[in-house]
């Protein structure tokens, strides 16, 4: 069973249809009861920093997330800006993030960007696995994933970069400590390639 996490920010159906698709069950959890015997978090999220960690902040969830993250090690993972909050802070906004892994979340610098448009970083990208890891396990050749950003994810600890992509500088699109995941791009809108990924994830 897959929860996915609504706190307000995230197209939830999409990946509920992929998951449907893969014949996996999803639960949506909108309160603390709906988080009961969570096995797989989702923590999806778009828009601006500030505002999604307001929202999380806000659903009553914040809690007892940090419970089954931390303490019970539920396997998580982060999309795109839910990734982002999983780290200290970001550029983007003032409030703490969830501290769940060592890393800033930093903003593109538009001056080593040589696409005509700069930011934010739109479009299909290559993501280069640094090792077997699991979740990337079939997308080792030729997948490309779904990108729409304009900060990236800062690793303190080198060895949670699961993945890296290239954007004016090489930077971290997949992280990974313990049970904990995170991806910069957007699986449920990268076709063949990202159903795969979310199929690795709910296999851990």
């Known amino acids: 069973m897959i929860t ?6 995230g197209n939830i159906s999409a990946f509920q249809n992929v998951y449907k698709r ?3 069950p999803t639960k949506i959890a909108k309160s603390v009861e709906d988080l009961h015997e969570a096995e ?3 923590l999806p999220g778009v828009g601006a920093f500030d ?3 307001a929202q999380l902040n806000d659903s009553g969830m914040r809690e007892r997330l940090d419970e089954l ?3 019970q090690k539920v396997p998580v993972i982060g ?16 409030l703490e993030g969830l501290k769940w892994l060592d ?13 005509r448009t700069k930011l934010p970083h739109m479009g299909w990208n290559d993501v280069y696995p640094k090792n077997n890891h699991p979740l990337f396990e079939g997308l080792e050749q030729d997948a490309l994933f779904y990108f729409l ?3 990236y994810f800062e690793c303190h600890n080198k060895e949670d970069i699961l993945a890296q992509s290239e954007y004016g500088l090489l930077f971290t699109s997949a992280t990974h400590h313990e049970n904990i995941f995170g991806i910069q791009f957007h699986p449920e809108k990268s076709h063949q390639y990202g159903e795969q990924l979310l199929h690795n994830f709910a296999k851990l």
């Not at 996915?4 to 920010?9: A, C, H, N, R």
């Not at 999309?79 to 003032?94: A, F, R, T």
């Not at 890393?103 to 696409?115: G, L, N, V």
């Open 40 to 42: 797989k978090l989702i």
């Open 103 to 115: 890393a800033t979340i930093r903003k593109f610098d538009e001056s080593t960007i040589h696409q």
């Open 51 to 53: 505002y999604a960690m």
């Open 4 to 9: 996915i996490i609504d706190y307000g920010v």
């Open 69 to 71: 993250v931390l303490i």
């Open 149 to 151: 950003h304009s900060y």
């Open 79 to 94: 999309i795109c800006v839910g990734m982002q909050m999983m780290g200290h802070q970001s550029d983007e906004g003032h």
């Open 22 to 24: 893969l014949d996996i």
